[in-house]
């Protein structure tokens, strides 16, 4: 009987302890609601699984009967120090002994796992190189547990040289401290099931580890293909840029360091994520060498794979994994890329890398690397971010993806809007369909606003053209045919829709020319005919409605000299960053002013006439205050 008592006040005391190191854990690393892909969790549908982020909640199906599938993103937690990694999600379909759970220090060697089913039961294993694993702690029976469909929330924490495991914030076990084998972190199913994952956190330390090394930050900004003809001369596929089966194609990658530090002798490593036999990556086994990053630097490399005529999926979807030679700095991104649409070639990523590397301007306070925070009130700001760089039947929108990229980060870091307050739309995602949901009556915006008290901003980077019988501008959207304004969305459509709404205030901000030409001046909708028309915008009536316009009339919408981004995007946050810096606000007025004298400078300099446009009455409107 005292043993018992001793084992109780003990556990009570652990509770109790693990309670107060999870208070005393600050920093965070990822806090995840899912109201958008902020951290870029793998999306998919295939015959295998079916992954989608949409409104609060992480979709996952997993749809074969045997064997697992995990969904996971990075986190550079400092091992040295304590943290914890937590989740919460509810199943709602599969049998009862298949399991779900956490995932933590996956590498390209092995990961650990924390496990629930529905019948009641947790397991805790380690896996190494691909096989079955052992089992840290073996099936067990927890009244912690909710069985059947229900949600249960799931906690690994690190309590000096102990892991701790929670569930339902009731303690379950603990067990010694183990190194992780890699930086990511997730979600894990066995078996068939479907569930939601309402919430994922990791609070600890940074990663703290060759402090130089670890603000590099590489990453992804493009890739190209190329189906025409390898550089040894060897014929790949049919050279119409458009990946089809039964070729041979090769995809070039550019790799960018967007930020501060620098790091040597980088590899990048390409896991082709599909269990399709009609797929090949065959050198799944090979490392390229990329050598050394500096800030700003930007380097391509090429892999090539193979489909045969009998793949039938939409999509290809690839891990590439940049690690240097010691594999003290580990990141991965992944590319997912699509079949049977036009994609940039192979040689317009080459190009752009001298391009880039050729202009590359070394800044102390580089927009897309220092963001200053504020105290700015972002809490009934409403955004919607949407761009097209890789259209289905126009051409590239150079930089687009950047553009929204950064806005994002803008307005979650800077502009303090919550990150389940911002819809983010790139490239497939914008069709005149999805506008018209979002935009339309008790479409997504409107059931987010408040009357008289949301402050509704939009953004938007991409194509625009004009037809000359509506008298109107128009945006392309990803599914639009140049020459048929039917599939375009017109701003008479957008506007409509947001007065609808009668929010406290709408700001508009296009980074788009109007008159169908796009960012490298060349002109896509068909000149002298029905269609091509100098751009007549709406004629703004609501109080409180402001506009920001790239450009007007023929103009091309020009990318900056800095590259990476349009250049009004550039200059809007520039002026934004600038601002901020010096503690100072902003009104659309001042900033358009900002914004106009830069980019009427920057095109002459250039022999360009560019001229932007402010419309509305919102102008005395703070945009950052």
């Not at 070639?345 to 880039?356: K, P």
């Not at 059931?447 to 509704?456: E, G, H, M, V």
């Not at 030409?517 to 005919?529: D, E």
């Not at 920057?602 to 446009?613: E, M, Q, R, V, W």
Request: glycine share 6%; hydrophobic share 40%; with cysteine.
């Amino acid at each position: 009987m005292l043993s018992l008592l001793k084992k109780t006040i003990l556990m009570l005391l652990l509770i109790l302890v693990t309670t107060a190191i999870k208070a005393q854990v600050k920093e965070e690393i990822i806090s995840e609601s899912f109201y958008s892909n902020k951290n870029n969790w793998p999306e998919s549908d295939n015959e295998f699984v079916t992954a989608k982020i949409n409104d609060g909640g992480y979709f996952l199906h997993h749809k074969r009967q045997t064997n697992s599938w995990v969904f996971s993103i990075q986190a550079q937690i400092y091992q040295g120090e304590n943290f914890y990694i937590e989740t919460e999600f509810s199943k709602m379909e599969g049998d009862a002994t298949n399991g779900a759970g956490i995932v933590w220090g996956l590498g390209r060697t092995g990961y650990f796992a924390f496990v629930v089913n529905a019948n009641g039961s947790f397991y805790i294993r380690k896996f190494v190189n691909g096989k079955n694993g052992v089992y840290l702690e073996k099936y067990t029976k927890s009244e912690a547990i909710k069985k059947g469909n229900a949600v249960n929330k799931l906690r690994v924490q690190k309590q000096d040289d102990e892991l701790v495991f929670f569930i339902n914030d009731k303690y379950v076990s603990r067990m010694p401290f183990v190194a992780f084998f890699g930086p990511e972190v997730g979600v894990v199913l066995y078996g068939y099931q479907k569930i939601l994952v309402k919430n994922f956190e990791v609070y600890g330390s940074l990663k703290k580890e060759k402090t130089d090394q670890s603000l590099a930050t590489l990453n992804i900004l493009r890739y190209g293909v190329n189906d025409d003809k390898s550089k040894s001369g060897a014929k790949l596929g049919n050279a119409n840029s458009r990946i089809e089966v039964g070729e041979t194609v090769e995809i070039a990658v550019m790799v960018t360091n967007s930020g501060v530090g620098q790091i040597s002798d980088v590899y990048a490593h390409v896991v082709l994520q599909t269990k399709n036999k009609n797929a090949f990556y065959p050198d799944a086994k090979k490392y390229y060498k990329l050598g050394d990053f500096k800030k700003g630097d930007s380097k391509l490399f090429t892999f090539y794979f193979v489909t045969t005529s009998k793949f039938a999926e939409r999509e290809l979807n690839f891990k590439v994994e940049f690690l240097n030679s010691d594999e003290t700095y580990y990141i991965s991104e992944n590319i997912i890329v699509p079949l049977h649409i036009k994609l940039p070639t192979a040689q317009y990523i080459e190009n752009q890398i001298l391009e880039i590397n050729k202009h590359t301007v070394v800044e102390e306070k580089n927009i897309d690397n220092y963001i200053p925070t504020t105290f700015n009130n972002g809490s009934d700001i409403i955004m919607v971010i949407m761009g097209v760089e890789n259209y289905l039947n126009c051409p590239v929108a150079q930089y687009a993806v950047n553009d929204i990229t950064m806005v994002y980060k803008y307005a979650v870091k800077m502009l303090n809007v919550k990150p389940e307050n911002i819809l983010v739309l790139k490239n497939e995602q914008v069709t005149k369909k999805r506008l018209s949901e979002i935009f339309g009556q008790n479409g997504w915006l409107s059931s987010k606003a408040i009357a008289n008290r949301s402050k509704i901003i939009i953004y938007y980077a991409g194509h625009g053209a004009s037809d000359i019988e509506a008298n109107m501008a128009h945006i392309i959207p990803y599914d639009a045919i140049p020459n048929n304004s039917n599939t375009w969305y017109s701003l008479q459509l957008l506007f409509a829709g947001l007065q609808r709404i009668n929010a406290a205030s709408v700001s508009l901000l296009f980074d788009a020319n109007f008159a169908g030409v796009n960012r490298n001046k060349q002109p896509f909708i068909s000149n002298g005919g029905t269609l091509w028309a100098i751009p007549t915008f709406p004629v703004i009536v609501s109080n409180n409605f402001t506009a920001l316009y790239a450009s007007i009339g023929e103009q091309a919408n020009l990318v900056a000299k800095v590259p990476g981004h349009g250049m009004f995007t550039y200059y809007l946050l520039k002026t934004l960053q600038e601002s901020a810096d010096k503690g100072e606000s902003l009104t659309y007025r001042q900033i358009f002013q900002k914004i106009s004298n830069n980019m009427v400078a920057d095109a002459l300099s250039t022999g360009n006439d560019i001229i932007p446009k402010l419309d509305g009455t919102g102008g005395n409107n703070y945009i950052l205050k």
